[in-house]
């Protein structure tokens, strides 16, 4: 089965950095986009940001300038590196991605269980 796994959320202080990671397991065939989003209590889901194959990204408004997406397609693994992180970062992040399991599968999109990242005042 693949599967997405999350790790490197937890506590930080404002100010501070953090970042977060993402693993494709199960040996996927290929992996396109990867994506980072968040959910913040009482606010509907975001995209954080984006990148393709290519290495090109997009980032939401509100990171841009703090938060750097990379990824390392030998290890099929996606990074958040989090910057000058605010209250307002405060959030559930959830990775994902455009995943062709097989030579023979269509592209389907999956879902990390997200990790939480808390920054404190």
């Known amino acids: 089965q693949v599967q997405l796994v999350e790790s490197g959320g937890g506590l930080v202080q404002a100010g501070g950095s953090l970042r977060l990671s993402c693993a494709a397991s199960g040996s996927p065939f290929s992996i396109n986009d990867m994506s980072w989003y968040r959910q913040a209590p009482g606010k509907q889901r975001e995209l954080v940001a984006r990148i393709t194959v290519g290495d090109r990204e997009n980032y939401a408004d509100s990171v841009k300038g703090r938060f750097t997406i990379s990824r390392d397609n030998a290890e099929n693994t996606v990074y958040l590196q989090m910057k000058d992180v605010k209250p307002e970062d405060t959030a559930v992040y959830y990775c994902?991605?455009?995943?062709?399991?097989?030579?023979?599968?269509?592209?389907?999109?999956?879902w990390g269980q997200g990790t939480q990242v808390t920054v404190s005042s």
């Open positions: 994902t991605a455009q995943i062709r399991r097989y030579r023979w599968s269509r592209q389907g999109d999956y």
